[in-house]
């Protein structure tokens, strides 16, 4: 599984959205601007937030787009989901995937190791909030995890 441009910029976008939630409505070319986006490319990544519900817009003369909850309410992994055509490691456990052996049903042995896998990729999204990310702090989850990976460096 690999993130698309979409799935990292909407976490940029969301994080700067959340470091100016105080604002009223922020306008797609301040936010272009910040983060040196195209305001085309912007625009279709606002259109996905939008439509999965993690952002609302207006517009007018000071229409824009603006977060619908506070920022620790929202997981990176929602707003991954929100964009990313799948979040599974594999084909064969999307909705839609291609499996393994042809048929409707995957039924092969590796079936268990790879839904492990999933659970633990969407557990390490689910434990970063936006706030967390604003602030570039880990998650509780996450200080566990990166002292593990020391322990098994050294």
Same mark, same amino acid.
């Given at each position: 599984m690999m993130i698309s441009s979409k799935g990292r910029y909407a976490l940029r976008v969301m994080t700067d959205m959340g470091r100016h939630q105080e604002e009223d409505y922020l306008s797609l070319n301040d936010i272009a601007e910040r983060l040196h986006l195209s305001r085309k490319y912007l625009e279709s990544i606002m259109t %996905? *937030?939008?439509?999965? /519900? *993690? %952002?609302? +817009?207006? %517009? /007018?003369? +000071?229409? /824009?787009?603006?977060? %619908? =909850?506070? @920022? &620790? @309410?929202?997981? @990176?992994? &929602?707003?991954? =989901?929100a964009v990313e055509e799948g979040m599974t490691p594999v084909s064969c456990l999307a909705e839609h995937g291609k499996k393994c052996s042809g048929s409707c049903e995957c039924d092969c042995d590796m079936i268990p190791?790879?839904? /492990? *896998? &999933?659970? +633990?990729?969407?557990t390490y999204l689910d434990s970063y909030t936006l706030r967390d990310l604003m602030n570039n702090k880990p998650s509780a989850d996450q200080a566990g995890i990166m002292s593990e990976v020391e322990h098994h460096e050294s």
């Open positions: %996905v *937030l939008c439509k999965g /519900g *993690l %952002v609302k +817009s207006t %517009v /007018g003369k +000071s229409g /824009g787009y603006k977060l %619908v =909850r506070p @920022a &620790e @309410a929202y997981t @990176a992994g &929602e707003i991954l =989901r190791f790879w839904q /492990g *896998l &999933e659970a +633990s990729i969407n």
